[in-house]
């Protein structure tokens, strides 16, 4: 079966940096979008970013643009998400998302695939 599995979320201050990463199997990886998706406490899934299945293009919401960066590497079936200067408002559950397509969708709606999610805290 399809599994994504995130990690590399944890408490940091503002300013500083991590990297989450996002390993899939069960699915041939580069068949599919990956996304990055965040939910904050009281609000709904919101898109953070997406890459095409071979990573030549990248999409990013306007709150992370030119903060985060988003990667894949389809020999290791791995998608990242670097975030850089981080905020108090990028305090999140950060979730990647398989989406067999080969245009980047950013509605939840549309991804077929969902890890379970790493939590970033990010303290002023």
């Known amino acids: 079966q399809v599994q994504l599995v995130e990690s590399g979320g944890g408490l940091v201050e503002a300013g500083d940096s991590l990297r989450l990463s996002c390993a899939a199997s069960g699915l041939t990886f580069s068949r599919y979008v990956m996304g990055w998706f965040r939910q904050a406490p009281g609000k709904e899934r919101e898109f953070v970013a997406a890459?095409?299945?071979?990573?030549?293009?990248?999409y990013y919401a306007d709150s992370v643009k030119g903060r985060f960066t988003i990667s894949r590497d389809n020999a290791k079936n791995t998608v990242y998400l670097q975030m850089n200067s981080l905020k108090p408002e990028d305090t999140a559950v950060y979730y990647c998302?398989?989406?067999?397509?080969?245009?980047?969708?950013?509605?939840?709606?549309?991804?077929?695939?969902w890890g379970q999610g790493t939590q970033v805290t990010v303290s002023s």
């Open positions: 890459t095409t299945r071979y990573g030549g293009e990248t």
């Open positions: 998302a398989a989406d067999r397509t080969i245009v980047v969708r950013i509605g939840v709606s549309e991804y077929d695939y």
